[in-house]
């Protein structure tokens, strides 16, 4: 008996059927197998440091000064030296070579370095005792501005400044007590330190 043509119809359906699942799972085979590899890819080409653990915040204290103890701020020249008196008054700073003009308020006026002599005064309150407008000086050099106020083995200690503007280092085979400085610092402590003004030197 020949095959009705419903019976074709329904085998060929059959057939189209099972070709189309066998197309659409290896479809899906393949598309699976594609995710997974772009997967794998994108996860070896993270770098090293996105996929390490994030550091925990260092908590170490900051270290202390070489000495052992915490760092000092630097000293500020222009402050006045602690333990040097009151009122207006000159400071001579020995170690800092330094002299400070010091105004009533106990506010420096003026400071500047200058060139020690080779005779130095003990620390301690002096006052002015002298002045002279331009002589020449122990070393021979010809100075102006010269404001005396103590004597120290037998040497008169004052400030003065070079007619020629020079600060050299004394000779320390001879003894000398100009205190040098440049001249325009000259100028301004001639005009502060008249007779009768204090001078305080601190170690």
Same mark, same amino acid.
């Given at each position: 008996m020949l095959p009705s043509p419903f019976d074709t119809f329904v085998r060929e359906v059959g057939t189209v059927a099972r070709s189309s699942s066998g197309f659409v799972a290896g479809l899906t085979a393949v598309a699976v197998a594609a995710v997974c590899f772009l997967a794998y890819q994108a996860s070896a080409n993270v770098p090293a440091d996105l996929s390490a653990k994030p550091k925990a915040p260092s908590t170490t204290a900051p270290s202390a000064s070489p000495g052992g103890g915490p760092k000092r701020p630097a000293r500020d020249p222009l402050a006045v030296p602690a333990a040097s008196g009151t009122g207006e008054r000159v400071v001579y700073g020995l170690a800092d %070579? @330094? *002299?400070w003009l010091v105004g009533g308020d106990g506010k420096a006026t003026r400071t500047f370095t200058v060139m020690p002599s080779? *005779?130095?005064p003990p620390p301690?309150?002096?006052a002015v005792t002298s002045r002279s407008g331009t002589v020449r000086g122990s070393d021979g &050099? @010809?100075?102006e501005h *010269? &404001? %005396?106020?103590a004597t120290t083995?037998? &040497?008169a200690v004052g400030f003065s400044a070079a007619v020629d503007g020079s600060m050299p280092e004394p000779d320390p085979a001879k003894k000398t007590g100009g205190i040098r400085? /440049? @001249?325009a610092d000259g100028d301004a402590l001639w005009t502060f330190a008249v007779i009768g003004k /204090?001078? *305080?030197v601190v170690a």
């Amino acid at each position: 008996m020949l095959p009705s043509p419903f019976d074709t119809f329904v085998r060929e359906v059959g057939t189209v059927a099972r070709s189309s699942s066998g197309f659409v799972a290896g479809l899906t085979a393949v598309a699976v197998a594609a995710v997974c590899f772009l997967a794998y890819q994108a996860s070896a080409n993270v770098p090293a440091d996105l996929s390490a653990k994030p550091k925990a915040p260092s908590t170490t204290a900051p270290s202390a000064s070489p000495g052992g103890g915490p760092k000092r701020p630097a000293r500020d020249p222009l402050a006045v030296p602690a333990a040097s008196g009151t009122g207006e008054r000159v400071v001579y700073g020995l170690a800092d %070579r @330094r *002299v400070w003009l010091v105004g009533g308020d106990g506010k420096a006026t003026r400071t500047f370095t200058v060139m020690p002599s080779t *005779v130095s005064p003990p620390p301690g309150a002096y006052a002015v005792t002298s002045r002279s407008g331009t002589v020449r000086g122990s070393d021979g &050099v @010809r100075i102006e501005h *010269v &404001v %005396r106020f103590a004597t120290t083995q037998d &040497v008169a200690v004052g400030f003065s400044a070079a007619v020629d503007g020079s600060m050299p280092e004394p000779d320390p085979a001879k003894k000398t007590g100009g205190i040098r400085m /440049k @001249r325009a610092d000259g100028d301004a402590l001639w005009t502060f330190a008249v007779i009768g003004k /204090k001078i *305080v030197v601190v170690a």
